[in-house]
């Protein structure tokens, strides 16, 4: 077992957010945390309205920026009492930055409900708002370099249940640095909590669920596995994708609810297995016998498998959730889930990251856990308030941990950022 300290550690104090993203966007190479404080795919009806999110539906929404010596650069709203805990959920896509509108500045973009806002990536002035047709628009994505009037320099999208005619996921649209509608709203198949930017061809793309969305709107490959005329929405969308660049090209995994695929640009299928609830997944060269492997973990209990390039089952572990400062007393009967239960760890060697529950942990490519993080003493949690409902989920009310990758120090390696809605601790990967 390899067992890495903490560097340093970021204190948000009332400031801190369900959701973290690390991104330079003051213009001085080195990336700044983003919190963001509100209800994430719980702010529309119907799910406002059900018990358990009513009783601890956020009293605002906010958005702050912190350098990394804890340094707060700003604030855009009015943060929630840090005391009590709200509830929010599906919130790692609600933010998204870059250069929007090509005026050699970053923007924070974020996706609200029914408005998106446009955030000064420096100051945390607001630069402009635009309202949207609906009120389920909390899954966003900014394009990699500059748009004309025409094109969409922002993809934003419905990430639950549809309204109306609407299905899981749907729909997407396209807005301008504007923010004035250029395509859409429109469904993509298999739409669900994630896009990325994309290039197809030497061209920028979207992609959204199974599909390429050129700038345009127009969809201009999908992943051949699945057929859009019979895909069920519900049960086949896309949870999670994770991208791996070799040396013939990039390969890209998915966690598609009821399956894994791997596939590659332009949309071909090198393997599709059925799992449990295939909610994470991870691409990396976790061991040395193949140029890299596909990790796979369902949700919520695991498994975790790992699969060859070429889709044979190199093994299948279970995971294990570990408190090593203590369980939040009185969450007992509450459920984990987190939209990123796994992550990529690359330092000397890839390891798959665990954070769906529980202090997060590394498991190596023999599929033994073989990374720890020693937790800082501000790691433990407090006791849960009294009364949560037993439907809410502790990772939904801030009793639990995350993780991302990020070079932090401009090394040019990535640490491990471990966090929850009060801390960030960050870590060299070994």
Wanted: hydrophobic share 35%; proline share 7%; aromatic share 10%.
């Amino acid at each position: 077992m390899t067992t890495v300290s903490c560097m340093f550690e970021i204190a948000f104090e009332e400031y801190g957010g369900a959701e973290c993203f690390p991104a330079d966007i003051d213009g001085d190479g080195v990336p700044e945390i983003i919190t963001y404080q509100g209800p994430g795919i719980f702010g529309p009806e119907p799910f406002r309205s059900w018990d358990f999110v009513s009783a601890l539906f956020p009293e605002s929404v906010s958005v702050s920026a912190f350098r990394a010596d804890g340094r707060r650069m700003w604030t855009w709203g009015k943060p929630n009492p840090p005391h009590i805990p709200y509830i929010s959920h599906s919130y790692e896509a609600c933010i998204a930055t870059g250069d929007i509108d090509g005026d050699g500045r970053i923007e924070v973009v974020l996706a609200d409900g029914d408005r998106v806002v446009v955030l000064d990536g420096e100051t945390g002035e607001e630069v402009k708002s635009a309202r949207l047709p609906d009120e389920n628009y909390y899954i966003l994505q900014t394009a990699a370099r500059l748009t004309d009037k025409h094109e969409a320099a922002i993809a934003i999208k419905n990430g639950e249940m549809g309204n109306g005619s609407w299905r899981y996921g749907e729909p997407v649209l396209g807005l301008n640095a504007g923010l004035e509608p250029v395509w859409g709203p429109k469904a993509v198949p298999g739409g669900g909590h994630h896009i990325l930017s994309l290039d197809v061809d030497g061209e920028q793309a979207y992609l959204i669920g199974y599909c390429a969305v050129g700038m345009d709107g127009q969809i201009l490959w999908t992943m051949d596995a699945v057929d859009p005329e019979t895909l069920n929405a519900d049960q086949q969308h896309v949870d999670y994708t994770d991208v791996f660049h070799t040396a013939s090209g990039s390969v890209f995994s998915i966690a598609a609810s009821d399956k894994l695929h791997l596939f590659g640009a332009g949309g071909g299928t090198y393997f599709s297995r059925e799992h449990i609830h295939c909610q994470g997944t991870a691409l990396g060269r976790f061991r040395s016998d193949s140029e890299f492997q596909v990790a796979l973990y369902n949700s919520p209990d695991g498994p975790m498998v790992l699969y060859d390039p070429n889709g044979a089952e190199v093994w299948s572990r279970p995971t294990e959730r570990v408190w090593p400062m203590g369980f939040p007393r009185g969450g007992e009967k509450l459920r984990m889930h987190r939209n990123r239960p796994i992550i990529a760890l690359r330092g000397s060697q890839a390891w798959i990251g665990y954070a769906d529950g529980g202090w997060p942990w590394g498991m190596d490519g023999d599929g033994e856990i073989s990374l720890a993080f020693s937790p800082p003493a501000n790691a433990k949690h407090p006791n849960c308030p009294a009364g949560i409902l037993e439907r809410t989920r502790l990772d939904d009310i801030g009793y639990s941990y995350a993780m991302q990758v990020c070079d932090m120090n401009s090394d040019g390696r990535d640490e491990a950022l471990i966090y929850d809605r009060r801390f960030m601790w960050v870590y060299a990967l070994p």
